[in-house]
């Protein structure tokens, strides 16, 4: 019998209570043991994750937004548990970019009979500590981004929310200096926004960052972006939609560590978390973390 623990945040953007009850039954007609908790506060879910890995659970389930998400991926690290995902927050990109159901019967149905994939995580240091990212992290105008979009807007117009604001945000879009260094490479150049990429999709299945983006072939990749006002800002995200890298406005590039400095400092994001401001420094961290997918899949 799989032992799940079942970590529901009731605050994320779509969460119901009764659908907590409702991925429970269905865990549990599936033939699992589970045992459910709910988060109250910040750092809740990282806490009871770590008490999941020392309950050698079979798997950590989570119900809740990619916040939610990335506080239990930090302590599963380097552990063999996997993570089960049952989208319930805003953007849930991870569980996107993975293809897994949005529905909340079918996504507890993958956690009860799914198998792992490993993946990799991009690795951090900030002034609170070691954090992660699975999706991406980034710094400039989409940090500013995840910043000044309330909880409220995202709960009431989910992905819309983030749009609206983002067109508010674009006339003030300016480049400013940035120096970027990947595996030892520096380059100096103006952008708006600077993007360290696990992920290929920001907007899955719409919004591919680039080419030959995987969440498994330890490397990093690093979108640099560079608008100024909202025509321009419209043109990138266009050839973000037609999928056409230019060099120019957008550039592409690999690596497995990326440290990003700019002047004036910008703030930084991981995962749609903002967490202080540039430098940062991003290194992959190949195979880290097992997420539950369709035993069918690849």
């Known amino acids: 019998m799989r032992r799940i623990l079942l970590i529901i945040n009731p605050a994320a953007a779509r969460t119901r209570r009764q659908v907590g009850e409702t991925i429970t039954s269905v865990l549990r007609r599936e033939g699992c043991a589970v045992d459910v908790v709910e988060t109250s506060g910040p750092g809740d879910a990282a806490g009871m994750a770590t008490v999941g890995v020392e309950d050698r659970v079979d798997a950590v389930a989570v119900y809740g937004g990619d916040g939610t998400v990335m506080q239990v991926v930090e302590s599963l690290i380097g552990h063999d548990i996997p993570i089960g995902l049952i989208p319930g927050g805003t953007g849930n990109l991870l569980a996107g970019n993975l293809r897994l159901p949005k529905n909340p019967r079918e996504a507890a149905r993958i956690v009860a009979h799914g198998r792992p994939r490993v993946i990799d995580v991009g690795k951090v240091e900030r ?16 940090a500013e981004l ?3 979009t309330s909880g409220e ?3 009431r117009w989910g992905v819309g ?9 674009a006339k003030d879009m300016v480049p400013v200096p940035y120096t ?36 498994d072939d330890g490397v990093l990749d690093t979108l ?10 419209a043109q990138v995200m266009l050839k973000l939609f ?10 592409h590039l690999r690596g497995q560590e990326v440290k990003v400095e700019s ?3 910008q703030p930084v994001q991981l995962d749609g978390e903002v967490d202080g401001e540039t430098p940062f420094t991003a290194t992959v961290v190949h195979n880290a973390l097992s997420v539950l997918v369709p035993a069918q899949s690849r």
Not at 161 to 169: E, G, P, S
Not at 195 to 205: D, K, L, Y
Not at 224 to 233: H, K, L, N
Request: aromatic residues 8%; charged residues 20%.
């Open 127 to 142: 002034a609170s500590g070691v954090r992660y990212f699975a999706v991406a992290c980034g710094s400039g105008f989409d």
């Open 146 to 148: 995840m910043a000044h």
């Open 153 to 155: 807007a995202k709960r």
């Open 161 to 169: 929310a983030y749009l609206a604001r983002a067109w508010h945000l």
């Open 180 to 215: 970027v260094t990947i595996d030892g490479r520096v380059l100096d150049l103006q952008a708006s926004s600077v993007m360290v990429a696990n992920c290929s999709e920001f907007i899955p299945p719409l919004l591919r960052l680039g080419p030959g983006i995987a969440l």
């Open 224 to 233: 640099i972006f560079s608008a100024r006002g909202v025509a321009e800002a």
């Open 242 to 251: 037609a999928r056409r890298v230019d060099g120019l406005t957008i550039r």
């Open 263 to 265: 002047t004036p400092r």
